[in-house]
């Protein structure tokens, strides 16, 4: 099992990892220093360490990866795919050097997850980590709300955070859509903030089920703060993310085949999702097209930068064009003609890895959803089935709020909740094998004892 030393800098790297603003470096002796990544990489060594030098952390470890190889082997032909990439197509300065930053700040945490939630005590503690950052979120977006004041600005981050210019300018900036202010809290924009928050969802209705009146108080909290996230963010696509998480989480719960009452509600709640469906489209639809003139005419930039990606597509429709590439070939001026973006991280993977690059992502993301079904209906007690529907339901609903988001802040999240549930599904394989010996045990026990 992971050491003492292991699980603090895992728990302080998770809330990190949520809580800490990814565009805040401080100046060190006149280097920019973060505090996500100092502990992104500081995790990748305690997890790598705990796996070299504990046995029971090494054996669990390998029991989980004969049971997670297709996911394992997609997940690094992602990545060398993308060096390929940007050796090779790319037309981007720096590019593989960049892909490769983007492998250590992101991409670690699946090894990380993978290793670290072997050890059972880490995965118990996954969903209060998560309450915790919701909580702390929601509290400092609500005072941002009530003193009008950007947190950054409040207790003038700007004044000792180094970095990029534009993200400095930007952080003590007030945003404004559709009259009403749109609150970041701790995160690097109000989508970022509203996608990950809303994502928690899965996590408050796990703990409200729960058994303990403790975790059933503290998911009601985490959930009230979820929804006051959604609201004070003041963007749209944070409740479709909410709701995706929502709905997954209620399926995957309800469809369990051992419980008929459960079984039957999953009846009843398909039934009523086909009623619900054109009401549904409409709410979409509304959505999409915006509820204001300033969301409309987001709603168009997204259009012209999926036009215009697509035509660049098909002068290198294979290699694409290399990390950072996204920004030339397809983006629009940003709300305010503040700066060039693209709105939509898969339309940013085809531009800069290719159709193959972005086909390799997505079927990643599939079988990452796959593997927590075998965690899920693999798992041997309830708490663990409900808490791995959680960990898919997170992954499912930040997954879909890529489509209109291609900050890439949400993607750690992804990989540690892949880790998550590929540690979960091999726990349930070592823990069904140790049941079995443990028959097998007995039973020859019994032999010999009649036998004798």
């Known amino acids: 099992m992971a050491g003492p030393i292991t699980r603090t800098i895992a728990w302080l790297a998770l809330l990190l990892q949520f809580l800490w603003p990814r565009y805040l470096f401080l100046n060190v002796a006149g280097r920019g220093v973060s505090g996500y990544t100092a502990f992104t990489i500081l995790l990748f060594l305690a997890a790598l360490g705990s796996f070299?030098?504990?046995?029971?952390?090494?054996?669990?470890?390998?029991?989980?990866?004969?049971?997670?190889?297709?996911?394992?082997?997609?997940?690094?032909?992602?990545?060398?795919?993308?060096?390929?990439?940007?050796?090779?197509?790319g037309v981007m300065d720096?590019?593989?050097?960049?892909?490769?930053i983007d492998f250590l700040y992101l991409g670690s945490w699946f090894i990380s997850g993978l290793i670290i939630f072997s050890d059972a005590r880490m995965r118990a503690s996954l969903p209060y980590i998560v309450a915790i950052s919701g909580i702390v979120a929601a509290l400092v977006g609500l005072l941002e709300y009530r003193t009008g004041t950007p947190i950054s600005r409040m207790y003038g981050f700007s004044s000792f955070a180094v970095g990029d210019a534009y993200k400095l300018d930007q952080i003590g900036a007030d945003l404004q859509r559709g009259g009403g202010v749109r609150i970041r809290s701790l995160f690097s924009h109000p989508l970022v903030y509203g996608q990950v928050v809303g994502s928690m969802l899965p996590f408050a209705l796990f703990l409200f089920l729960a058994r303990r009146i403790r975790d059933k108080v503290l998911g009601l909290i985490l959930g009230a703060a979820v929804i006051v996230s959604l609201i004070i963010c003041n963007?749209?696509?944070?409740?479709?993310?909410?709701?995706?998480?929502?709905?997954?989480?209620?399926?995957?719960?309800?469809f369990d085949p051992r419980r008929k009452v459960r079984l039957f509600l999953a009846?009843?709640?398909?039934?009523?999702?086909?009623?619900?469906?054109?009401?549904?489209?409409?709410?979409?639809?509304?959505?999409?097209?915006?509820?204001?003139?300033?969301?409309?005419?987001?709603?168009?930039?997204?259009?012209?930068?999926?036009?215009?990606?697509?035509?660049?597509l098909r002068e290198s429709p294979v290699m694409g064009f290399g990390k950072g590439s996204a920004v030339e070939y397809a983006a629009t001026l940003s709300y305010g003609g503040r700066r060039a973006s693209v709105d939509n991280y898969y339309l940013t993977a085809a531009v800069e890895s290719g159709y193959a690059g972005v086909g390799i992502f997505v079927l990643t993301l599939a079988i990452m959803f796959a593997q927590g079904l075998r965690?899920?209906?693999?798992?041997?007690?309830?708490?663990?089935?409900?808490?791995?529907?959680?960990?898919?339901?997170?992954?499912?609903?930040?997954?879909?709020?890529?489509?209109?988001?291609?900050?890439?802040?949400?993607?750690?999240?992804?990989?540690?909740?892949?880790?998550?549930?590929a540690a979960a599904s091999g726990a349930a394989f070592i823990a069904r094998r140790q049941r079995r010996r443990a028959a097998l045990t007995y039973a020859a026990e019994a032999r010999a004892a009649t036998a004798s």
């Open 52 to 89: 070299v030098v504990r046995r029971g952390l090494q054996s669990n470890v390998l029991d989980t990866l004969g049971r997670s190889k297709l996911l394992v082997g997609l997940f690094f032909l992602l990545w060398v795919r993308r060096l390929i990439c940007d050796s090779f197509a």
């Open 94 to 100: 720096g590019a593989a050097m960049n892909t490769l």
């Open 235 to 254: 963007a749209r696509s944070p409740w479709v993310v909410a709701a995706a998480g929502l709905l997954c989480f209620v399926a995957l719960y309800l």
């Open 267 to 312: 009846v009843i709640m398909l039934f009523g999702s086909t009623i619900a469906a054109p009401i549904a489209i409409g709410l979409v639809d509304q959505l999409q097209s915006g509820r204001t003139q300033e969301e409309a005419l987001s709603s168009g930039a997204r259009t012209t930068q999926a036009n215009r990606g697509m035509s660049a």
């Open 375 to 421: 965690a899920i209906y693999s798992a041997g007690e309830e708490r663990a089935r409900s808490l791995s529907c959680a960990a898919v339901s997170t992954l499912v609903a930040l997954s879909s709020g890529l489509v209109v988001l291609s900050i890439q802040d949400s993607l750690s999240i992804i990989f540690s909740m892949a880790g998550f549930l």
